[in-house]
């Protein structure tokens, strides 16, 4: 990893009472409920809606955690009307600003946007109006790129000077850290803005954080005594499961709507183009109203296919991840993933697009550990489309820890999939408050740890004596004691270890495999990829962690199903998390938490067999 911490510090103000920010007589509370009602339509605040915006008024530094459609835009649109200057907005992409402003100029709200792609003589339009006595701007959008440019941080000074610089607001905050799942080199430069205007009250707001990407962006931007306002990240009305990868997926994957939600609206997401079109053109054969969708396409036709989903025209999109930022539809019932996603917080927020309403939907993964080493692969040769199109600067994404994170994810049959997946934004959830509604929590089986430590540093040893040259599934037969004319050639090599593991069941001895690459002890090395998009890799031992294995200083356990039934209560205290998700960086400081509200109660009828 490339990249070094430069600080220790945080500075924040862990644990801040939300009674304090909930008050309602703030000299602009009259103000701000009459707008948000007059203005902006809505009836109430969401969650943390009304704590942000007096937080931010009362000029402090504030930091946003909130789920995708939990409303976080007011936070700062309504600040920006009852405030009497101008709010700058730092946002990623320019079809989001686009979007914004497109509803602020609907709600008679004056705003404008600068980016590197507008025309020349527009952006001095935009400059000139800054800087004239009279600005009607209440908000100004700019993309990331924009703030490391002298004519505008010319034009900053000269509102600040005139104390018309009301705030700043920093959008899709993780995009500022290398730990994030989409992380932007331009988003890095925004400390600057703190260093210019110290005074200024800074904004920011994201989705998706884990401890270590808000200590980052905490720390990149600058922000003093910041004020944390989180929510859960728990989706109650979502249902997940991991299924099994075959080569017949697209077959399963059509009994599975057809089952589950015929004629329903959906998302399949897709790791490739070309898998995108495939699945398309299958499950269209079989009958559904299914387009696919890519960052290749003619931007047109990308557009019309998304408005044919939105209105229902068809059920069902087959995208990569180009397709998701701010699309808004509440009534989608799956988001169905074909290959493995590249981080867990990617995969959280892909899910977040379903159930929008409240109401029960399912997000099925599809999983095959040798999509691990094809996403391996197109990951270090830049293949991979990212979560926001190119349109506002290239994304880095090195971190092969993120998707070994996903890869534990899916092979981890035992503990709550909510669990899992919010242990890894800090939040700690009890998995018995899952109530059924993943797929582990409703295995009705009970579990054993298992010491593997045998299993696993014959493995180990079995990939050293074959001078790293043989694939996993190659080191597992030859474990297992296969006598294929493959595995005799080397007989030699591995002669004391051949068939070593006879007596194991092929299933423990894999998942022992896969948890050594998920603890970095083995590596999957890609060495080539075929015409078809097919990888192949070998093993290799990561000398450094093995060595503890090897020389019987550590022991590895793992959880089983036992194969004897017991009682079913058992279930309910399994609170470990999976190994590898348990570093120390994962752990929260305490902020503010409120439960979701765009997730309502579970309704656990409709969960009900
Ligand atoms: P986020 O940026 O957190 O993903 P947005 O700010 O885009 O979410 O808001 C998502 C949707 O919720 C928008 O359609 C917005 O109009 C709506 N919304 C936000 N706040 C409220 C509110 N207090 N009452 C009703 N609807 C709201
Ligand atoms: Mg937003
Ligand atoms: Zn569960």
Redesign the pocket.
């Known amino acids: 990893r490339n990249y070094v911490r430069k600080y220790v510090e945080v500075n924040y103000i862990e644990g801040s009472d939300d009674v304090k920010w909930s008050k309602r007589d703030f000299p602009w509370t009259k103000k701000l409920e009459a707008n948000n009602k007059k203005v902006f339509g809505?009836?109430?605040?969401?969650p943390n809606?009304r704590e942000v915006i007096n937080a931010t008024m009362s000029r402090n530094d504030v930091f946003v955690l909130?789920p995708?459609?939990?409303?976080?835009?007011?936070t700062y649109q309504l600040p920006a009307l009852i405030s009497p200057g101008v709010t700058i907005v730092i946002s990623p992409l320019v079809s989001l600003i686009q979007d914004q402003i497109m509803h602020l100029l609907q709600a008679n709200i004056s705003a404008a946007y600068l980016s590197a792609n507008m025309e020349w003589t527009e952006q001095q339009d935009v400059l000139r109006e800054l800087c004239s006595g009279h600005c009607r701007y209440k908000l100004l959008y700019v993309t990331p790129e924009k703030i490391a440019n002298d004519a505008l941080l010319r034009q900053l000074e000269n509102l600040h000077a005139r104390e018309l610089l009301d705030r700043i607001v920093i959008d899709e905050a993780h995009c500022v850290s290398q730990w994030g799942h989409d992380f932007r080199p331009d988003y890095q430069s925004l400390g600057i803005l703190k260093q210019k205007f110290p005074n200024i009250p800074v904004l920011a707001l994201t989705?998706t954080a884990t401890a270590s990407v808000k200590e980052d962006v905490v720390q990149a931007l600058g922000l003093v005594d910041c004020i944390i306002f989180r929510q859960s990240f728990n989706r109650p009305n979502l249902r997940y499961s991991v299924i099994p990868k075959t080569k017949k997926c697209v077959d399963d994957i059509d009994k599975f709507i057809k089952d589950n939600h015929n004629d329903e609206c959906g998302i399949i997401y897709c790791l490739s183009k070309k898998d995108c079109e495939k699945v398309a053109e299958t499950l269209q054969e079989y009958g559904h109203k299914v387009a696919f969708y890519h960052g290749s396409m003619d931007p047109d036709k990308r557009a019309a296919v998304q408005k044919m989903w939105s209105k229902d025209e068809i059920n069902i999109i087959c995208a990569t991840v180009a397709f998701g930022m701010g699309i808004?539809k509440p009534d989608v019932r799956f988001v169905i993933h074909h290959s493995l996603p590249k981080s867990i917080e990617g995969y959280h927020q892909e899910c977040g697009r379903a159930g929008r309403d409240g109401q029960r939907s399912s997000c099925v993964l599809y999983y095959s550990y040798s999509d691990y080493i094809r996403v391996k692969h197109m990951l270090s040769h830049g293949l991979l489309e990212q979560n926001y199109n190119a349109s506002s600067g290239r994304v880095l994404e090195t971190n092969t820890e993120n998707l070994l994170r996903m890869v534990n994810y899916c092979e981890n049959d035992v503990d709550c999939r909510r669990f899992l997946q919010l242990i890894h934004f800090g939040e700690k959830f009890d998995s018995f408050n899952c109530k059924k509604t993943c797929d582990n929590c409703s295995k009705a089986q009970n579990l054993v740890d298992k010491d593997v430590t045998e299993i696993a540093k014959h493995l180990v040893e079995l990939v050293k004596s074959v001078e790293q040259q043989f694939s996993s599934s190659h080191i597992l037969e030859v474990y297992r004691g296969s006598l294929s004319q493959n595995v005799k050639k080397y007989e030699h090599h591995t002669l004391s270890l051949h068939g070593a593991g006879k007596s194991v069941a092929k299933g423990e001895a894999l998942r022992v495999l896969h948890h050594l690459v998920v603890e970095e002890i083995l590596i999957e090395v890609v060495k080539r990829s075929d015409y078809y998009g097919n990888v192949s890799s070998i093993l290799k031992v990561n000398e450094k962690k093995a060595s503890n294995l090897l020389a019987g200083m550590q022991t590895i356990t793992l959880r089983f199903p036992c194969a004897v039934k017991a009682s079913k209560s058992s279930r309910n205290d399994i609170a470990t998390p999976a190994k590898g998700l348990t570093s120390s960086k994962q752990s929260p400081p305490r902020v503010v938490d409120t439960p979701s509200q765009t997730q309502p109660e579970v309704d656990l009828e409709l969960y009900a067999k």
């Open positions: 809505n009836h109430s605040f969401r809606q909130m995708t459609g939990g409303g976080k835009s007011l989705a808004n």
